[in-house]
């Protein structure tokens, strides 16, 4: 007999086969939250649970799931939605998908700095009104990104690829992390200790560093105040990063031309207070939504999920 799974997220159709293939998979028709999957694992007596964000593993979540469950991986870089801590104290073997949404997320990226320096939400509503009268040299002008200074808030693996793609628009690269890169990864990119310091120094900001509580409002008012007037700011990694009221209060006084998000601090239900600003391109958390990205990720989790269930360490622990 095959082992067990439940899929509590919908996933690619190459992943699904592949699925059917090695494991006696259970999949959902949409994302499950705690409770469904919960059950699933009990109906199905699972050995392998898949998940997203949208399935919160908490303490009380993990005390609750069948016996029979041996590993949970999430589909997924970022593992806020799971207690670590109590999987540890479970045994439960708990894994996510790193370096495989890199390129999409990068990409991704240079969209949001790209359509918020050239206006492309205005744009694109003038032409969804019909357009019908022509602008004037003065009118309606963005930003050129060639040539500008880029600051990268934290150098791990998509901030690099981010400044490759950048170097290709002749941008200036700045950044700030935990610790200066050796040469041959920061590929002459200027290196600030600190946040406050670079700063003074960029004309557009993009935030690439974790999440969690000791980032929550990384990017506050005192921070957006520090950029130069008329700067651009994009978030492409995690909502809590960034204080949407100072966003808003810096896109209405022209402290910030314009910014690009892509990531919130409430998803899906966001602040309706971004859609209304002219000078903001959204996403709906679209980071990693390539074919190519989604069956990394997707086949990524089996990986991890085949390792544990045929009794070998799983590939990307989130604990040891």
Same mark, same amino acid.
């Given at each position: 007999? @095959?082992?067990? &799974? *439940?899929?509590?997220?919908?996933?690619?159709?190459? *992943?699904?086969?592949?699925?059917?293939?090695?494991?006696?998979? !259970?999949?959902?028709? %949409?994302?499950? =939250?705690?409770?469904?999957?919960?059950? $699933?694992?009990?109906?199905?007596? #699972?050995?392998?649970?898949?998940?997203?964000?949208?399935?919160?593993?908490?303490?009380?979540?993990?005390?609750?799931? #069948?016996? +029979?469950?041996?590993?949970?991986?999430?589909?997924?870089?970022?593992?806020?939605?799971?207690?670590?801590?109590?999987?540890?104290?479970?045994?439960? $073997?708990?894994?996510?998908?790193?370096?495989?949404?890199?390129?999409?997320?990068?990409? !991704?990226?240079?969209?949001? &700095?790209?359509?918020?320096?050239?206006?492309?939400?205005?744009?694109?509503?003038?032409?969804?009104?019909?357009?019908?009268?022509?602008?004037?040299?003065?009118?309606?002008?963005?930003?050129?990104?060639?040539?500008?200074?880029? %600051?990268?808030?934290?150098?791990?693996? &998509?901030?690099?690829?981010?400044?490759?793609?950048?170097?290709?628009?002749?941008?200036?690269?700045?950044? +700030? =992390?935990? +610790?200066?890169?050796?040469?041959?990864?920061?590929?002459?990119? &200027?290196?600030?200790?600190?946040?406050?310091?670079?700063?003074?120094?960029?004309?557009?900001?993009?935030?690439? #560093?974790?999440?969690?509580?000791?980032?929550? @409002?990384?990017? /506050?008012?005192?921070?957006? $105040?520090?950029?130069?007037?008329? #700067?651009? !700011?994009?978030?492409?990694?995690?909502?809590?990063?960034?204080?949407?009221?100072?966003?808003?209060?810096?896109?209405?006084?022209?402290?910030?031309?314009? $910014? %690009?998000?892509?990531?919130?601090?409430?998803?899906?239900?966001?602040?309706?207070?971004?859609?209304?600003?002219?000078?903001?391109? !959204?996403?709906?958390?679209?980071?990693?939504?390539?074919?190519?990205?989604? /069956?990394?990720? %997707?086949?990524?989790?089996?990986?991890?999920?085949?390792?544990?269930? +045929?009794?070998?360490?799983?590939?990307?622990?989130?604990?040891?």
């Amino acid at each position: 007999m @095959k082992p067990r &799974i *439940v899929a509590a997220c919908r996933v690619t159709g190459a *992943v699904a086969e592949r699925a059917r293939a090695l494991f006696d998979p !259970l999949f959902s028709d %949409g994302d499950m =939250n705690a409770e469904q999957a919960i059950a $699933a694992v009990a109906d199905h007596e #699972a050995e392998g649970l898949l998940f997203t964000s949208s399935t919160k593993l908490t303490a009380d979540a993990i005390g609750r799931l #069948a016996p +029979s469950l041996r590993i949970a991986a999430t589909v997924s870089v970022g593992f806020d939605h799971v207690d670590v801590a109590a999987a540890q104290k479970r045994g439960l $073997a708990t894994t996510n998908t790193p370096d495989v949404l890199t390129n999409g997320t990068a990409d !991704l990226t240079m969209l949001l &700095i790209l359509a918020a320096c050239r206006r492309a939400a205005e744009y694109l509503a003038i032409m969804r009104d019909g357009w019908r009268r022509r602008y004037a040299q003065d009118e309606m002008l963005g930003i050129e990104v060639t040539g500008k200074r880029l %600051g990268i808030v934290g150098m791990g693996r &998509i901030g690099r690829a981010v400044a490759q793609r950048a170097r290709a628009f002749d941008m200036e690269i700045h950044y +700030s =992390n935990r +610790s200066r890169l050796p040469p041959e990864l920061e590929k002459g990119a &200027i290196y600030h200790p600190t946040i406050d310091d670079m700063l003074p120094s960029v004309d557009v900001l993009t935030l690439h #560093a974790p999440g969690g509580a000791a980032n929550d @409002k990384l990017i /506050n008012a005192a921070r957006i $105040a520090r950029l130069p007037r008329g #700067a651009v !700011l994009v978030n492409a990694s995690r909502g809590v990063l960034l204080d949407e009221d100072a966003l808003i209060d810096a896109l209405k006084s022209g402290q910030l031309a314009a $910014a %690009g998000l892509d990531v919130f601090r409430s998803e899906p239900d966001y602040d309706l207070r971004l859609r209304d600003l002219p000078n903001i391109f !959204l996403t709906p958390h679209m980071g990693s939504a390539t074919l190519e990205t989604r /069956n990394a990720m %997707g086949n990524r989790a089996l990986d991890n999920v085949e390792a544990v269930l +045929s009794g070998r360490p799983p590939i990307d622990p989130l604990w040891r």
